[in-house]
């Protein structure tokens, strides 16, 4: 069975950094992924990561700011956010790709991903 599981939202301030984490579990996988969903907004793509290899892709919301990574051993990943903003409040949620695109780009949306975890929540308060 397949479980992907995040952790490390919380209520943080304007500025602030956090580390979410997403530990995989059930079988491994060809890419990783972070979106996000605001109050009344889509889920959005935030970051992406090739297992093998280590290719990444940001949204142009947070390149700079989010850094994505993985710890192969552990099957998990990681992203690591800074100077966020009260625009960076949502529901982040982790999602597992079990197949192989050769075009990177392609983990940047949702229909490549086949498992999400359940989210956790970021609110960045000013």
């Known amino acids: 069975q397949v479980r992907l599981v995040e952790s490390g939202g919380g209520l943080v301030q304007v500025g602030d950094s956090l580390r979410l984490s997403c530990a995989a579990s059930g079988r491994t996988f060809n890419a990783m992924g972070w979106f996000r969903q605001a109050p009344g907004k889509e889920r959005e793509f935030v970051a992406s990561?090739?297992?093998?290899?280590?290719?990444?892709y940001y949204a142009d919301s947070v390149k700079g700011r989010f850094t994505i990574s993985r710890d192969n051993a552990k099957n998990t990943v990681f992203l690591e956010m800074n100077s966020l903003g009260p625009e960076d409040t949502a529901v982040y949620f982790c999602a597992a790709a079990r197949v192989y695109y050769s075009r990177g780009s392609s983990y940047t949306t949702e229909r490549a991903y086949d498992y999400w975890g359940q989210g956790t929540q970021v609110t960045v308060s000013s």
């Open positions: 990561i090739r297992w093998s290899g280590g290719n990444t």
